[in-house]
Structures are given as C-alpha cells and as structure tokens.
C-alpha cells in the first residue's frame, strides 16, 4: 500500500449529492483503475487509465466519471450518489509490462 | 463471456494441515492468472502469477499454485497452513490480448485456519 494512498478513507454522504474519491501514485505506473467491492461480487472494475487524460470504461461504469490530468492522480466522481453506490472503492496501479496490480486501502463509502 | 471461478465461499482449515484454494476460468486462448489475498481492512496484495513455463508456480508466504490447462484450473496452495494466513483470496485472469493490463477478479473465498 505504501506507493498509493486514497483520500478520504471513508466518507458518509447523502443521496443525490456528488462526491469525488482521490487516488495518488508515486509509483509512476502507467496504468491506474478504480474497483468497487461488495459481497458475493468480488472486485468489479468501474473505469481504467492507460496514461493522462486516457480513460476508459470498465463493467460497472453507469453513474461514475474519471478524471487522469496527472500521471500521478486519479479522480473518481459520484455524480449524483445512490444508495446503489454504497461500497468500498480501491484504487489500483499497473506498470506496463508487469500484468500485476498493485492496490490502494480503499475508501469505505456510504451513501444514505 | 470470460470469467473466474471460486467455487468455496469459504475453507475452514486446522493449522500445520496442508490447505487447497480453488479456481477455475473460462476464458478462451492462454489466460495469466493471478492470486490477490486481501487482509482486514487492507487493499488487495499480490501473491503469485503464472504467466508461461512451468506449471507450478511459488509465491509469496510460502504459497504455490498449479496451473492445469486442460482443468482451466489454477489452485492455491501450501503444505502447511499457519493461523496468520487467515484472509480473503482472489483468483484474477488477464485474457490474452486485453488492453490495460485489465484483469477479471472472481468472487473470493475466505480462509480460516483454527489453531
């Protein structure tokens, strides 16, 4: 966990407001994604990053937007949170090459 | 469509017995495979991959996986289970040729191991 750190670690918010997760590296990996986990579902990916402002979706991406202005940072963006999206949210990192991921502590998120 | 596996929601295992994770994917082509082991209130961390060569692979905290291609397996193991290798364990497979490194994470399954 050391290389990546996510901001806030947990946060509690209403239905309808919006909230943005922060993900920042200093691992200069190329590759970064945002995961949600919940019971019974394992990890699922929600958008990925293969370079600045390089973005894309991933499985479960309807109501999420991404932000990559940084090597370094990855934003996440509830638009307009659900009870739906109550979670927890895990940045992670991939060197080119590697295959492997490498992740962050998670964000604890409940939306009430 | 692609996916993973992990047929036990959970393995309950005495320590010092010999414990067995289980995986299997469904993925078309020569998949890497993974396993993750996620602590309480941790990120997932990395513990073996099997990418090409020999089908035995050797990972961190004295763990092991076998691949099996004609199973579509790749099982988690370690002859002697300590008490501290309680957690949560994820198979992951990357299909050949997907972009990002992206890889799919199968449901989990939580190990026990009583004293």
């Not at chain 1, 943005?20 to 995961?35: A, D, G, I, K, P």
């Amino acid at each position: 966990d050391a290389g990546i750190t996510q901001s806030p670690r947990h946060k509690v918010t209403e239905t309808g407001t919006p909230v943005t997760l922060r993900c920042h590296q200093t691992e200069n990996h190329r590759y970064m994604y945002w995961y949600r986990q919940d019971p019974g579902h394992g990890l699922r990916l929600i958008h990925y990053s293969y370079g600045v402002k390089d973005t894309d979706k991933g499985e479960v991406s309807d109501g999420y937007s991404v932000s990559r202005s940084k090597t370094e940072d990855f934003l996440l963006t509830l638009e307009s949170a659900t009870s739906s999206q109550t979670s927890v949210y895990f940045c992670a990192t991939g060197e080119e090459g590697s295959y492997e991921q490498y992740f962050g502590p998670g964000t604890r998120l409940t939306v009430t | 469509a692609q996916s993973v596996a992990q047929p036990e929601d959970q393995v309950n295992v005495a320590e010092g017995n010999p414990l067995t994770v289980k995986c299997t994917y469904s993925v078309s082509g020569n998949p890497y495979l993974f396993w993750y082991v996620q602590y309480p209130n941790r990120g997932l961390q990395f513990l073996l991959k099997y990418i090409t060569g020999d089908n035995l692979v050797k990972g961190s905290y004295g763990f092991e996986a076998e691949f099996n291609k004609s199973q579509t397996s790749f099982h988690l193991k370690k002859p002697s289970a300590l008490v501290s290798d309680s957690a949560l364990y994820f198979c992951a497979v990357r299909p050949p040729y997907s972009s990002a490194s992206k890889i799919i994470f199968g449901s989990g399954t939580r190990l026990s191991i009583r004293p």
